[in-house]
């Protein structure tokens, strides 16, 4: 019996013309994936090339059989495996032989012993001297997208099928995993896991992140004899442990980096596991989370084609149907989870509210949560997420303001994940003039030059409801300090509010056009720049460019800079013209580490204050270089100001830090030559003290058996 294709062969033949002549089954260059497509197997993406042969003898009363089969680059989704060797065979009575080797792409290992078909023992040692982590990517079936590093041990298998007796370590070499689901890269270094007949052992298997922060498991998986039933006996422990390191993708429904503390026990069986996590969000964390939406535009088409198997028949019904609807969540059944979460203040946390719009919430705040899963399958959450400080990101097509949101805003969860209700405040401030939301009041007023100057509006948007579809009011409001000044203003604001229609105009009026509008929206009451201070603006800086032009020729050693303002000032009722000139000397001393600067500001032209016109030190700040490369400054200042008459003076201290870089990543990843040194003397220094470690606890191990 002989097949033969493009090169494959498969023969099956009798060594001599005799009914109890050996067979001999031989393959040369024959192809996996031809199996597969015979049996239609399109879903099982497995590969390969076989060579060898299968000898049988005493085919008709007890067959005898050795086999010498090799498969040359065994491939699985593409990701290339290796090549396998077996050679097995039973010529020992009641027993089978074998040897079982995995070669290239970095592999070493091999199984061999024997197996007693009469006592269903097994005698066999696994040594892998080798096994290379990218092997088993393609078998995880894209849980991980990346693994590398080496996986070395010893094991034997002893025993029966019912009551193996398995003993041995294994040991990860310079090993890495990256997870799909977090894209977080995890180093295993040099950790091992020791296995024995009655359980798996974890002692302090380390995981580290990317940037050196340890993820310690310690414990055991126990497990009966026939290897049937799993109890857990864990913790895990961590510290500033980066979670999550995903890039934006497509179609993501969460990006961005996570840090978090975790203490997490877990017990139970595999079956009915219990679980008890506390966890804590670190500052390092900037989480990005895509709320679903619908989409009108597909949702428009259900029902305009329909695919259906017509050889399928019908799908009865009670297949389809769930088959306990209390349980929200049936996969997860079983499972008895419970756990605390909170946040630190500074981690940063967005939701994508529309992502076709660009809606985003940015928040930043204390998270005080408490969660669990029974084992129903419910999941439970409740607390509140205190947002200290955050923005609201509205884009309406061409605009786009953000609203920075207030102190006492909250999201509070009750029960259901899923139904959070949140109360948002957030504020944009929009200084604008108030003429023409008063237009029709000040319609024969002669103090409508008053109302021309700019005030400082709260837009407020207030988010209630669902976290998931939340409802978004607007209103605006004048700040406090400023309710006195502009009664009018504020009369006028209340009558606003009771027509929604109206409030909504002018709110997205300040937004879009940054000034409110009247009954006709293209007139404007406000006046805009006069000639003479366009005019004024720009021979302002011309003037300014000449006097530092000529300071530089002819003061040496001084640093001095002039600088010319002009505008419209209706602060006082009127249009009045305001000009300002801005005067600055600065010095440098002690081989440059030490800088005094000097300045003030002077008024040329406009409403008079109390400012002292000969004082040419108005403001003053002393600069100290801390180191030589210019990278630590420190600055003692004093700093002059003026709120109407009112003088204020602001005394203080800053710590300047100044970085150079050509790419972005450097900023946070900057470092020295002689840095780099020592970074790789510790590095060495922590690879001989494990090894000192290692060595006494492999003596210890040694001395116990």
Do not use: C
């Not at 989409?295 to 029902?303: A, H, I, M, W, Y």
């Not at 408490?370 to 997420?385: H, R």
């Not at 000397?585 to 400012?611: H, I, P, Y």
């Amino acid at each position: 019996f002989s097949i033969n294709n493009s090169g494959q062969s498969l023969s099956i033949n009798s060594k001599t013309e005799n009914v109890t002549a050996p067979v001999d089954v031989i393959l040369k260059d024959f192809h996996i994936k031809t199996l597969t497509n015979l049996a239609e197997q399109d879903s099982l993406p497995v590969d390969g090339v076989i060579n060898g042969n299968v000898l049988v003898k005493n085919m008709m009363s007890s067959p005898v059989f050795t086999s010498d089969i090799s498969i040359d680059t065994l491939t699985y989704n593409t990701d290339t495996v290796g090549n396998i060797k077996v050679k097995v065979d039973n010529e020992t009575a009641n027993a089978y032989n074998a040897d079982v080797a995995i070669t290239g792409n970095g592999n070493d290992v091999k199984l061999a012993g024997k197996y007693y078909t009469g006592e269903s023992r097994m005698d066999l040692k696994l040594n892998i001297n080798n096994f290379n982590m990218a092997s088993v990517k393609p078998f995880t079936f894209g849980a991980l997208t990346q693994a590398d590093g080496s996986l070395k041990g010893e094991v034997s298998i002893k025993g029966t099928t019912t009551a193996p007796d398995v003993n041995g370590s294994l040991r990860f070499e310079n090993a890495n995993i990256t997870p799909a689901a977090t894209g977080a890269k995890l180093y295993m270094s040099n950790e091992a896991i020791s296995v024995s007949s009655s359980d798996i052992s974890f002692d302090r298997f380390t995981l580290v992140d990317s940037a050196g922060k340890k993820a310690i498991v310690d414990g055991n998986i126990f497990f009966s004899k026939d290897f049937k039933t799993y109890t857990f006996d864990m913790d895990l422990t961590a510290d500033d442990f980066q979670v999550l390191n995903e890039p934006k993708r497509q179609n993501a429904i969460y990006y961005g980096r996570l840090n978090m503390d975790a203490d997490i026990s877990v017990e139970g069986t595999l079956t009915a596991p219990k679980i008890n996590a506390d966890l804590k969000i670190n500052k390092g964390t900037d989480i990005t989370f895509v709320l679903p939406s619908s989409n009108p535009e597909v949702e428009s088409r259900d029902g305009v084609v329909q695919f259906v198997n017509v050889y399928g028949g019908k799908t009865d019904s009670i297949f389809t149907a769930a088959i306990d609807t209390l349980t929200q969540y049936p996969k997860l059944a079983g499972l008895d989870i419970t756990g605390t979460l909170e946040s630190d203040t500074a981690a940063q946390i967005t939701l994508i509210i529309d992502e076709r719009s660009g809606d985003a919430l940015k928040i930043r705040g204390k998270a005080d949560l408490a969660g669990g899963l029974d084992k129903s399958g419910k999941i439970s959450l409740t607390g509140n997420y205190e947002l200290q400080n955050g923005s609201y990101q509205l884009s309406l097509s061409l605009l786009k303001r953000e609203f920075i949101i207030q102190p006492g805003s909250v999201i509070t969860w009750t029960g259901d994940p899923k139904s959070a209700t949140v109360d948002i405040t957030a504020i944009y401030i929009a200084n604008t003039q108030p003429v023409n939301l008063l237009q029709s009041e000040l319609a024969n007023s002669s103090d409508i030059n008053k109302y021309k100057e700019k005030v400082p509006f709260d837009v407020l948007l207030k988010m209630k409801g669902e976290l998931l579809k939340p409802v978004i009011t607007f209103d605006i409001q004048l700040p406090e300090n400023q309710k006195s000044r502009w009664a009018e203003v504020e009369t006028k604001l209340e009558q606003v509010r009771r027509d929604d229609a109206e409030l909504n105009k002018q709110v997205f009026a300040l937004l879009l056009l940054g000034r409110f509008v009247q009954e006709n929206p293209l007139e404007n009451s406000a006046d805009a720049t006069s000639l003479a201070s366009m005019a004024k603006s720009s021979v302002s800086r011309i003037l300014a460019e000449q006097l530092n032009n000529l300071a530089g020729s002819l003061i040496k050693g001084v640093d001095l800079n002039f600088g010319v303002n002009s505008e419209d000032d209706y602060s006082t009722g009127t249009r009045t013209n305001r000009t300002d000139l801005t005067v600055g000397v600065s010095k440098s001393l002690l081989n440059d580490r030490l800088r005094v600067s000097v300045g003030s500001n002077f008024q040329l032209e406009g409403s008079a204050n109390t400012q002292n016109a000969s004082n040419i030190a108005g403001d003053v700040a002393i600069d100290y270089l801390l180191t030589k490369d210019n990278r630590y400054t420190l600055r003692v200042y004093r700093r002059n100001g003026y709120d109407g008459v009112l003088q204020v003076i602001e005394n203080g201290v800053a710590f300047i830090f100044t970085f150079d870089f050509n790419e972005f990543k450097q900023i946070l990843n900057r470092k020295t030559a002689e840095q780099k040194l020592i970074d790789k003397a510790e590095k060495a220094k922590r690879k001989a003290k494990e090894k000192v470690d290692n060595d006494k606890k492999a003596a210890t191990d040694k001395k116990n058996e």
